[in-house]
């Protein structure tokens, strides 16, 4: 055994006497500060860079072996940090998401909208591969959306997703049994097939949700009357239709975005593009934003030689309302 081991065992040995649990920490975790990193530029004033990657949640995001901080904390504690740094003039939302939950989705909107109320900052909106539902919802606030060539983006609308197990309970014979206090305290249960009343009642809720939606697409984006009705077929676009149809302002790629960025905030060519981050990257650049080696809360994704994951069809069987593209859904 080395000198160095021998003085780490002793180390904890006498802590282990002592009464005291040493916790040995081998990455950054979210209770480390958010660090804030350069992508470019050497200017004083900043671009925040802030990725929105994957489905939309409000609650964390289970994996094998760790929970991942939900999108809303994660956007959110972005937003909080930059509001405290008066050379922050402009962010960009760098999004790669099929949506999610209607509500996650929607408070997200209301802290983007609340943060450029209070700050003046102007607001970037960078799709990426997948802008859809919830990822075309949490872009509506930005001053401009730029969509690359090839981003699919669209799906303005919503979607209830109704597990059945009616079918194999009656081939394996179990039956489920509900007391309620009124008749529709249990619609929608997968234990017992729908009404037609009851369906009617949540078809009423799906449209006022995805009625919702379509009123901010039409309010943000001042669309036609046309192509209001083409959006609210619900149906994807890759970018340039979307452009032709008024959902994003230009196709572009990120350095596009950088500029545009610059110009609305009145911003030099030198001005630094920034990065909120738990940990530093050699050679770092702006697609290196959604720090592929850490997830949004900065715990590894690779940690072990061996990666233990299940699939996670959470947003395919989860029962609620949905700004979701479902082909996009993480499966993980």
């Not at 249990?186 to 369906?199: A, K, V, W, Y």
């Not at 449209?207 to 149906?235: C, I, P, Q, S």
């Not at 610059?262 to 940990?279: C, E, M």
């Not at 720090?291 to 609620?320: C, E, R, T």
Request: glycine share 8%; hydrophobic share 40%; proline share 6%.
């Amino acid at each position: 055994m080395s000198k160095l081991h021998v003085i780490l065992v002793a180390t904890v040995t006498a802590l282990l006497l002592a009464g005291c649990s040493p916790t040995l920490k081998l990455f950054p975790d979210a209770r480390d500060p958010l660090g804030e990193y350069v992508l470019q530029g050497d200017g004083e004033e900043k671009i925040l860079v802030i990725p929105v990657n994957g489905t939309i949640t409000d609650s964390p995001k289970q994996k094998a072996l760790r929970s991942q901080p939900g999108t809303v904390r994660t956007v959110v504690s972005h937003l909080k940090k930059a509001e405290e740094d008066e050379d922050i003039k402009a962010v960009i939302l760098k999004i790669d998401s099929p949506g999610g939950p209607v509500t996650a989705a929607d408070m997200l909107y209301h802290e983007l909208m609340a943060y450029k109320r209070r700050t003046g900052a102007k607001v970037v909106a960078a799709m990426m591969d997948l802008a859809a539902s919830g990822g075309y919802y949490v872009a509506l606030p930005a001053d401009h959306i730029l969509a690359h060539p090839t981003t699919v983006t669209g799906s303005v609308g919503v979607v209830f997703v109704r597990p059945a197990v009616t079918g194999l309970m009656n081939k394996i014979g179990i039956d489920v049994n509900a007391y309620t206090t009124g008749k529709n305290k249990d619609m929608g249960s997968p234990f017992r097939d729908i009404t037609p009343e009851e369906q009617a009642i949540i078809q009423g809720l799906i449209d006022d949700l995805g009625d919702r939606f379509l009123k901010l697409v039409a309010r943000h984006r001042n669309m036609d009357a046309a192509a209001l009705e083409k959006v609210a077929t619900a149906r994807v676009f890759l970018g340039p239709q979307a452009k032709e149809l008024g959902l994003v302002d230009e196709i572009g790629y990120l350095s596009d975005a950088v500029d545009r960025a610059k110009s609305l905030a009145g911003l030099p060519d030198n001005a630094q593009v920034v990065i909120y981050r738990r940990t530093e990257y050699p050679e770092d650049n702006i697609y290196n934003s959604a720090a592929l080696d850490y997830d949004d809360g900065g715990y590894p994704s690779a940690y072990s030689m061996i990666q233990v994951a299940f699939p996670n069809f959470l947003p395919a069987w989860k029962a609620g309302f949905q700004y979701l593209w479902y082909p996009g859904a993480d499966i993980e």
